[in-house]
């Protein structure tokens, strides 16, 4: 919308547009963007650091599965931005409208513009509920929730508290998505809530999934199958959600059968949505975009491959990893390093392996804790006989519950890097 007042800008027909400069921007105020600041300032306090997020506050989005089942209060996983905003960093409470990486200026939505010496792009992904016909009028009422919205998380646990018996639908639309396994999760711990209240037997779960495998990585399946079989849960695979009628409580799926495509219809007493999810719209405008809309990065630098002075991290970025508050929790310290490395002159030299991290809350009190890099690589940040994570374990369990939250707010986003240390980019390569 603002781009015929930016072209009559750019061609003098109006007054020059209001200019300010830092060194480093970086867009969004997520995970990505507060803990690639930190990092940065942690190694160099004196950086000149923007931060822009027009957000008044910022979300710890892992919690949002436990908050749906019955774990925590919502409000654990939220906090003023003002709070999260690195000390040091400055905070430019605008949207931004656009990218101008040949001139090295951002675009603000209030048609200002901010230039950089170096960009860090990390503007999360956008869950597109309208993807799914009759999602948006229906949500939060009728049976229909989804754990991935901060006002709708508890509205999955009173339905599972309320539903005594009938139909349950769980879904998960095709790749990529935050959290593969949050589909899962959501799941799991209602149906442990069922069982433990004696009314399994009398809801008829089914997970609907738009791939064709249970989890991406095969290491981790049998553990899972163990509590589909133990739960009852009926497998739908290359089911695809696309529309839904509350009213009616009917969802329409569409099912790949080989060279076949058809629709189907299923009734449901209680359906968790996890809505489709693609890159941000003014990401997919912007010369930033590659393939599919997202940030264009090379995959272990994460330095973008056209602009040299650009990095990407988050779920916004091209990088095929799990999408996870995990992966950010590695990628961070390498755009920190490699940034640094470029306003001084030398060439990226730490990489990214692509690890990521899903914890899936199996049963209340036990997690089977998913860790893999590039290609399904599992990489295990503890000894096996501390904990396995092929298995179901309670340790993984009190790590979600207590400490990830913990190294989130006081680790994460101060620039402290607990198992994050980034690696030079021949020793990831030789692994």
């Known amino acids: 919308a603002l781009a015929p007042e930016i072209e009559a800008r750019h061609a003098g027909r109006h ?16 995970a990505g963007g507060i803990a690639a600041a930190a990092s940065l300032l ?8 923007a931060i822009i997020e027009p957000r008044d506050e910022h979300f710890y989005q892992p919690g949002w599965t436990l908050v749906g089942g019955g774990v925590f209060d919502k409000s ?4 003023p931005m003002r709070d999260v905003i690195p000390t040091g960093a400055n905070w430019i409470q605008q949207g931004v409208a656009g990218f101008l990486p040949e001139e090295n200026e951002v675009v603000l939505d209030n048609g200002e513009h901010v230039s950089y010496d170096v960009l860090v792009a990390a503007p999360g992904l956008k869950l597109d509920w309208a993807a799914v016909k009759g999602l948006p009028e229906t949500l939060g009422r009728n049976g229909v929730t989804s754990n991935y919205g901060y006002g709708l998380a508890p509205y999955t646990f009173e339905l599972v ?11 998960q639309p095709p790749m990529p998505i935050k959290c593969a396994g949050a589909p899962q999760k ?5 149906c442990d809530y069922w069982m433990r209240h004696g009314r399994l037997g009398d809801i008829d779960v089914e997970f609907c999934n738009a791939g064709g495998v249970l989890f991406g990585v095969a290491a981790y399946v049998p553990a899972l199958m163990e509590y589909v079989q133990k739960y009852g849960i009926d497998l739908s695979f290359n089911h695809n959600l696309v529309a839904i009628d509350g009213d009616a409580k009917v969802a329409t799926f569409k099912v790949v059968d080989g ?9 449901f ?5 996890v809505p489709p999810q693609t890159a941000p719209d003014f990401i997919k405008a912007s010369p930033l975009a590659g393939e599919g809309g997202w940030i264009d990065v090379d995959q272990g630098t994460l330095r973008h491959k056209k602009y040299a002075n650009v990095w990407g991290l988050g779920d916004g970025t091209s990088t095929p990893n799990a999408k996870t508050a995990a992966a950010v929790r590695k990628q961070a310290p390498v755009v920190a390093e490699n940034v640094i490395a470029h306003l001084d002159g030398r060439e990226p030299g730490v990489c990214y392996d692509g690890y990521g991290s899903c914890p899936l809350t199996v049963e209340r009190g036990k997690i089977v804790l998913a860790e893999f890099a590039y290609g399904g690589k599992l990489v295990p940040s503890f000894p096996k006989w501390f904990i396995d994570g092929t298995r179901p374990s309670r340790l993984a369990w ?8 913990w190294m989130y707010w006081r680790l994460m986003f101060r620039g402290h890097e607990p198992l994050a240390r980034p690696q030079p980019c021949a020793k990831v390569a030789a692994e």
């Open 15 to 30: 007054a020059p547009l209001r200019k300010r400069h830092h060194q480093i921007v970086i867009v969004g105020g997520g």
């Open 42 to 49: 942690r190694r160099r306090p004196s950086l000149d650091i």
């Open 76 to 79: 654990q996983t939220r906090r």
């Open 161 to 171: 508290q309320e539903l005594r018996g009938g139909k349950a639908l769980f879904t």
């Open 186 to 190: 959501a799941m799991y711990l209602s």
């Open 259 to 267: 060279d076949e495509t058809r629709e189907v219809q299923k009734p």
């Open 269 to 273: 007493d209680m359906i968790h949505v």
């Open 398 to 405: 009190l790590l979600k519950e207590r400490t990830l939250p």
